[in-house]
T-cell receptor, first 116, second 113 residues
Framework: GAVVSQHPSWVICKSGTSVKIECRSL??????MFWYRQFPKQSLMLMAT?????????EQGVEKDKFLINHASLTLSTLTVTSAHPEDSSFYIC????????????FGPGTRLTVT | AQSVTQPDIHITVSEGASLELRCNYS??????LFWYVQSPGQGLQLLLK??????LVQGIKGFEAEFKRSQSSFNLRKPSVHWSDAAEYFC???????????FGTGTSLTVIP
């Protein structure tokens, strides 16, 4: 149980275009979903927290107009990188916390974004 | 402020040797504690977690961790390392009452034959 999927697993896009990454909780309802960014050989950096039906809460230094997060249902959150630039290339990981049980985050497999 | 420290950035062990990865945390109350493993280009896999009860926790792949409240530590151990254990290991703490989740900086494990 508690499986989180991400799509796509990797994506290449041209500079200036936008790309959307989906995060789904497959077998549970996720009140809250999280988006992390990970640079090579570094730890995960929390970008934003989103609750279903509410606006996302962004961490300091994260551009909310560049990284658009939508959490439209209890099983789906999307991250859209707008007007992507090469410096946005990174590994993006989402996680979700369940509505029941002890608090825990379940992580997706990640999405590798390369902006050319 | 809450923080998680993994003092060892990189560890090299021989296959078959024992392993201990250190994790210390700074938190106002007893948090939930987790260890994750990440292979290159992959997501995080949960190795084990501590919520309450027995302070020695067994996980997958032969790993265990011990919660020591007095030392604010949650060290990960394995008695005999396999070459497939080479990966990045992250310790994390989570708040019992909210959505806060804090990661350590990670320890990279190399296993030599």
């Amino acid at each position: 149980g508690a499986v989180v999927s991400q799509h796509p697993s990797w994506v290449i896009c041209k500079s200036g275009t936008s790309v959307k990454i989906e995060c789904r909780s497959l077998d549970f309802q996720a009140t809250t979903m999280f988006w992390y960014r990970q640079f090579p050989k570094q730890s995960l950096m929390l970008m934003a927290t989103s609750n279903e039906g509410s606006k996302a809460t962004y961490e300091q230094g994260v551009e909310k107009d560049k990284f658009l997060i939508n959490h439209a249902s209890l099983t789906l959150s999307t991250l859209t990188v707008t007007s992507a630039h090469p410096e946005d290339s990174s590994f993006y990981i989402c996680s979700a916390s369940s509505t029941s049980g002890p608090y825990e985050q379940y992580f997706g497999p990640g999405t590798r974004l390369t902006v050319t | 402020a809450q923080s998680v420290t993994q003092p060892d950035i990189h560890i090299t062990v021989s296959e078959g040797a024992s392993l201990e990865l250190r994790c210390n945390y700074s938190y106002g109350a007893t948090p939930y504690l987790f260890w994750y493993v990440q292979s290159p280009g992959q997501g995080l896999q949960l190795l084990l977690k501590y919520f309450s009860g027995d302070t020695l926790v067994q996980g997958i792949k032969g790993f265990e961790a011990e919660f020591k409240r007095s030392q604010s530590s949650f060290n990960l151990r394995k008695p005999s390392v396999h070459w497939s254990d080479a990966a990045e290991y992250f310790c994390a703490v989570g708040a019992r009452t909210g959505n806060q989740f804090y990661f350590g900086t990670g320890t990279s494990l190399t296993v030599i034959p």
